[in-house]
């Protein structure tokens, strides 16, 4: 071990104004490595996941309850992280209306939606996210960060909460970035290369390369393995991000992440590169809250990738084409798996990986789309946040299916107390919850 200890907010520095973020190393924790060096806690990260136009219940909800569940047809994605996955069904979003998507919104911020043109499509209140960040986000250089991956929003929206997953407030979206060049330039610092500009085409490895060496004095063996292991990675995303662009730009255009070729959106390569970033951007203490929009609500996203030529919100209102709703389900959940791998694969100096030290909270904005129901709307909790919530993994079941009860938004404060043990409540009105749901805590649960 070096003698001196590492601050956690390290980063390597060089021309250009390159920075590159460092890993959890053990020259930052204490000499027990359960806190940092300081004593300042091991930090705790916190996520939203979204796909619109919900599920197909029978064939999404597990057949028995507690830990061990059966995987169901379209949970089976999930096979390999199962143990980290709680599924939630049977609850009840208590939104005061119930006339399209947006309502179903209340199950990411405890608020009954705000009505603008005729729809009650605008954020009633902040989200779960937002309320999270609000308590830790002054920890990191970037309180929270938005991403989107398919870009085919519903265009039946006067307000903001098919656009946008995260809201500050009613007024203040919190838009996600659908390329992923733009998001590794907001966490990272990176640069998009300028046509003919030499300087600008420097690696930023290259550019950190002398900070590096000043680095290495200071660490030891092991230290200095995980470093090499890191800056690889940040090497491979590099190439993975510029190599993949070219693929999605037209010609004569300056190449780009996600844009469509042909009409067709590349969603699991996307996926994967944001995917990338976020384990970065949380291992590095970039930020410790991100949001994902998926598939927006309502959306008409095409899975072409898993050969449908049509809209997902269209199948969903076709009752002959239920069976292209259930495949687009697990293609969902496929790629939700994908992300959970990456954040399992990911292990921190303490020997924990992200899933371990994180809660990723998965819902969509109806239970089934045909319908438009907001009861019994599918919730999956992945991680346990440092033991916060219960591990492994359980089918906790209010009531049977097709019934619904109690208040999803206890789910929601369940979370919130997990960063914050002295939250009161979530959400107003209805919805509103001020008992956190404690059949899914864990043991350190203090709220």
Same mark, same amino acid.
């Not at 590095?284 to 095409?302: K, N, Q, Y």
């Given at each position: 071990m070096p003698c001196r200890p590492l601050a956690r907010r390290t980063f390597l520095r060089g021309a250009a104004q390159a920075v590159v973020a460092l890993p959890l190393l053990e020259a930052m924790l204490n000499d027990h490595g359960t806190a940092l060096a300081d004593e300042t806690p091991l930090p705790t990260r916190f996520m939203t996941w979204?796909?619109?136009?919900?599920?197909?219940?029978?064939?999404f909800e597990p057949v028995a309850t507690g830990p061990g569940y059966p995987l169901s047809e379209q949970l089976a994605p999930l096979a390999d992280v199962r143990e980290y996955v709680s599924v939630l069904t049977g609850l009840q979003n208590r939104c005061e209306q119930i006339i399209t998507h947006h309502e179903g919104m209340t199950a990411f911020n405890g608020y009954t939606m705000v009505e603008i043109d005729g729809l009650f499509s605008k954020a009633g209140g902040p989200t779960i996210d937002q309320r999270i960040a609000q308590a830790i986000g002054d920890k990191t250089p970037i309180a929270s960060v938005h991403l989107g991956i398919s870009k085919h929003v519903?265009?039946?929206d006067s307000g903001t909460t098919m656009f946008a997953l995260s809201h500050k407030g009613p007024n203040e979206p919190q838009y996600p970035k659908f390329n992923p060049q733009e998001v590794w330039t907001e966490l990272f610092g990176a640069f998009v290369p300028r046509p003919d500009d030499r300087a600008l085409r420097t690696s930023i490895l290259d550019a950190v390369r002398d900070d590096v060496a000043r680095l290495r004095r200071r660490l030891g063996k092991r230290d200095n393995?995980?470093?090499?292991?890191?800056?690889? &990675?940040? !090497? =491979?995303?590099?190439?993975?991000i510029t190599a993949a662009a070219p693929l999605c730009s037209l010609p004569g255009v300056p190449a780009e992440a996600n844009v469509d070729v042909d009409g067709i959106e590349p969603i699991t390569a996307v996926n994967d590169v944001m995917s990338d970033l976020l384990v970065y951007a949380f291992a590095?203490?970039?930020?410790?809250?991100?949001?994902?929009?998926?598939? &927006?609500? !309502? =959306?008409?996203?095409?899975?072409?990738?898993?050969?449908?030529?049509?809209?997902?919100?269209?199948?969903t209102h076709d009752a002959g084409a239920q069976e292209l709703v259930h495949d687009g389900v697990v293609y969902i959940m496929e790629r939700f798996a994908d992300l959970l791998r990456k954040f399992k694969a990911w292990q921190d100096v303490d020997g924990k990986n992200l899933l371990d030290t994180s809660i990723i909270y998965c819902s969509s904005d109806c239970s089934e789309g045909i319908s438009h129901s907001i009861a019994r709307q599918p919730i999956l909790l992945a991680g346990h946040g440092r033991e916060q919530l219960i591990h492994p993994g359980i089918h906790y079941q209010v009531t049977p299916y097709p019934y619904s009860d109690g208040n999803m938004s206890d789910v929601l404060l369940t979370c919130l107390r997990a960063f914050d043990p002295t939250a009161e409540s979530v959400g107003a009105g209805a919805p509103m919850s001020t008992t956190p749901l404690r059949e899914i805590a864990g043991p350190a649960f203090q709220g």
């Open positions: 979204f796909f619109g136009n919900g599920v197909l219940l029978p064939r519903s265009i039946m393995q995980r470093l090499d292991a890191h800056l690889d &990675g940040v !090497a =491979a995303l590099e190439k993975k590095c203490d970039i930020t410790r809250v991100a949001s994902c929009l998926f598939i &927006g609500g !309502a =959306a008409e996203t095409v899975f072409a990738e898993i050969g449908q030529t049509a809209g997902h919100h269209f199948h």
